[in-house]
């Protein structure tokens, strides 16, 4: 198709949203992503930027409003990429996700679950408890911080955040001010923030020393708000803690319904949505269905997240992850949760999962197994699953893509994928949480 001019004025259809949850439409032979667009509504668009043959749109009247069609609580979402479908009703995102779902599975040939769980919910503001922030000196104007403009590097300027937890969500203002009156303003590109049940850090990067009273200024913030600071001047490993100044002191999380609780470094992996990861657990653990007689292989278990809980269920758990710190990290957990975790052994090794020649038979036994791989999923694992032959498997994916993918290898081992769900882990965006349970199909 020849392409022409896209005139400001030109309404396009939206036919569907993208894996991002961007709208999409064809015109003049260019493929449109519109943002705020949802399917089947006719849309004026203004193009922020062409790529090739594809526009990237604002969509700005919206003709034939979509029936789920919400008013954002958010008055930034229109040039923040933090958050994408405030536009649509909760409700609506998640069946958008859990099709999207159904839909990858279908295109992998793995016959749908014999059960569709009930999507697993919770907040749908102050939910994020991780995340990492963009920030910018522009020249007259105060220091922006913020997740990124959508499909851009630039920063959005906004004054608060709604879906960040209120510690820090509700302080953009005054990190804004904070990092304004830093005399290396122009050399910090970003912040990591990581907060736990009652407290927070943030990690400072930039790409020139501290200069005269900055360190004072940053702790004087700290103190203030009851904080944590960090300083990065290079890779992870240059990481250090500029206050409190002593003492082990880290972030906790807790799991009540099993009297635990985690402690983690800002940049260890930990579930961002609390309320979400609480329900994750103990559903994992209902749908795995632990005895005192069964042992159990927890892989990519991080700081011991269901590791520990799994332990008050079962007669033995070895968790394995691929980080030595986060291993570490592990132990200490299990021996400050000694007394809730009771008699049932727990070990934890460190294995690269990964790695090509990895064989899934170096694992030990075990009658249960739970996967929570990263977005690339465990294909070695899910290769190997017949090594291993558990009588259950659940598997907490990230990305439905490489669930899809490992579901298929399931199914090509013998392992019918018996019943799946939704988490909405992150509400507003198009991620997609779930949890997968496979057992071996009846040989008749």
Not at 293 to 316: E, H, K, W, Y
Request: proline share 7%; net charge neutral.
């Amino acid at each position: 198709m020849a392409r022409r001019r896209l005139e400001r004025s030109e309404r396009v259809r939206v036919s569907e949203l993208d894996a991002e949850g961007i709208g999409l439409a064809d015109s003049g032979g260019f493929r449109l992503r519109i943002r705020g667009g949802l399917p089947g509504e006719d849309a004026t668009v203004k193009v922020l930027r062409r790529r090739r043959n594809r526009l990237e749109t604002l969509a700005e009247v919206i003709a034939h409003p979509h029936a789920d069609r919400v008013t954002p609580p958010c008055p930034w979402t229109a040039r923040c990429g933090g958050c994408v479908l405030q536009h649509l009703s909760p409700a609506a995102q998640r069946s958008t996700k859990r099709r999207r779902l159904e839909t990858l599975l279908h295109e992998q040939g793995v016959a749908p679950p014999a059960i569709w769980l009930p999507d697993v919910v919770g907040p749908n503001a102050g939910y994020r408890h991780k995340a990492r922030l963009g920030v910018r000196q522009v020249p007259g104007r105060d220091v922006m911080v913020g997740f990124r403009e959508p499909a851009s590097s630039r920063v959005a300027d906004v004054e608060a955040c709604r879906i960040l937890a209120p510690a820090l969500g509700e302080r953009l203002t005054e990190l804004k001010a904070l990092l304004g009156s830093l005399t290396i303003a122009d050399a910090v590109p970003q912040l990591e923030i990581a907060c736990g049940d009652s407290d927070f850090a943030i990690i400072l990067r930039h790409l020139k020393p501290l200069g005269d009273g900055d360190a004072e200024r940053l702790i004087e913030f700290a103190v203030s708000s009851g904080g944590q600071i960090y300083l990065q001047s290079a890779g992870p490993d240059s990481v250090v803690r500029l206050w409190p100044e002593e003492g082990a002191r880290r972030l906790q999380y807790t799991l009540p319904d099993f009297g635990l609780s985690f402690a983690f470094h800002p940049l260890d992996f930990v579930q961002v949505n609390p309320a979400i990861n609480r329900q994750m657990v103990a559903l994992a653990l209902e749908l795995l269905g632990p005895t005192a007689q069964d042992s159990v292989l927890d892989l990519f278990c991080g700081i011991g997240n269901f590791t520990l809980p799994m332990a008050s269920r079962a007669g033995s758990v070895h968790g394995v992850e691929g980080s030595e710190a986060l291993v570490a990290r592990a132990q200490e957990n299990l021996a400050a949760n000694r007394a809730a975790v009771g008699t049932s052994r727990v070990t934890f090794t460190a294995a690269d999962l990964y790695a090509e020649d990895f064989d899934v038979g170096q694992l030990p036994a075990a009658d249960l197994l739970l996967l929570d791989p990263p977005r690339s999923g465990a294909e070695n694992i899910a290769r190997g699953i017949g090594k291993l032959a558990p009588r259950r498997a659940v598997y907490v994916s990230c990305h439905p893509a490489t669930l899809a993918r490992d579901a298929r290898l399931f199914a090509d081992a013998g392992y019918g994928l018996t019943a799946a769900g939704i988490l909405d882990m992150f509400p507003h965006t198009a991620h997609v949480e779930s949890i997968a349970v496979f057992e071996p199909r009846d040989p008749g």
